[in-house]
Nanobody, 122 residues
Framework: QVQLVESGGGLVQTGDSLRLSCAASGRTLSSYAMGWFRQAPGKEREFVVVINWRSGSTTYADSVKGRFIISRDNAKNTVYLQMNSLKPEDTAVYYC???????????????WGQGTQVTVSS
């Protein structure tokens, strides 16, 4: 079983940038897809982006395409989410997840981090 720990959230202003990290332990991620999801108060968990660890293929939600970038560091077993041009509607708790399937569907992910709060003020 893989364990995930997110970090890097915080309070920023509109237009600012943040980089989230998701460090994995317990297993290497070479056979996993890694996803970032977010959940705002009163809303359902929303897909943000997924990366195939082995191939590096990525899929982004339309709402973040062109602003967010996912990347991975094999040596550190860590995935990153660089968030640029942040907007108030990006405010949410951000979660990373690991699963065997390259999918937007959060139900298909087996391991989740504890989440990190991102707040964007206007």
């Amino acid at each position: 079983q893989v364990q995930l720990v997110e970090s890097g959230g915080g309070l920023v202003q509109t237009g600012d940038s943040l980089r989230l990290s998701c460090a994995a332990s317990g297993r290497t991620l070479s056979s996993y897809a890694m996803g970032w999801f977010r959940q705002a108060p009163g809303k359902e968990r929303e897909f943000v982006v997924v990366i195939n660890w082995r191939s590096g293929s990525t899929t982004y939600a339309d709402s973040v395409k062109g602003r967010f970038i996912i990347s991975r560091d094999n040596a550190k077993n860590t995935v990153y989410l660089q968030m640029n041009s942040l907007k108030p509607e990006d405010t949410a708790v951000y979660y990373c997840a690991a699963g065997a399937y390259y999918t937007r569907n959060y139900d298909r992910y087996d391991a989740w981090g504890q989440g990190t709060q991102v707040t964007v003020s206007s």
